[in-house]
């Protein structure tokens, strides 16, 4: 059973950083593309970004371009999502995603592309 568990969420004020972790077990995460998404209150799950298999491919949502960096460990078969500079419209539940596909080239952008979903964490950044 795949299973994704996020960590490192919380509350920090805007300008702050946090850095989130995703560990996942079931599968051989080594050899598959990851991302993240976030969903704010009455919004529908957007992407913020993704790295594939090798860690050599990654992409960014254009609203957090030069703040936000995505890197895996294969070796402990968990993803990472280190944010800097954060602002209030940051605020949502962060998610954590798998992709069944192996050795996928590319970084996959929409919901419908990712087989496996973490719980989520909230991050809330204050004004």
């Known amino acids: 059973q795949v299973q994704l568990v ?8 805007a300008g702050g950083s946090l850095r ?10 080594e050899r598959r593309g990851l991302g993240w998404f976030r969903q704010a209150p009455g919004k529908e799950r957007e992407f ?3 790295i ?7 992409d960014f949502a254009t609203s957090v371009k030069g703040r936000f960096t995505i890197s895996r ?3 402990k078969n968990t ?20 992709r069944q596909e192996l050795f996928g080239s590319l970084v996959r952008t929409t919901t419908n592309d990712y087989d496996y979903w973490g719980q989520g964490t909230q991050v809330t950044v204050s004004s």
């Open 6 to 13: 996020e960590r490192g969420g919380g509350l920090v004020q």
């Open 48 to 50: 913020v970004a993704g």
């Open 79 to 98: 993803v990472y999502l280190q944010m800097n500079s954060l602002k209030p419209e940051d605020t949502a539940v962060y998610y954590c995603a798998a």
């Open 52 to 58: 594939n298999w090798s860690g050599v491919i990654t």
């Open 20 to 29: 989130l972790s995703c560990i996942v077990s079931g599968y051989s995460a």
């Open 73 to 75: 460990d294969n070796a």
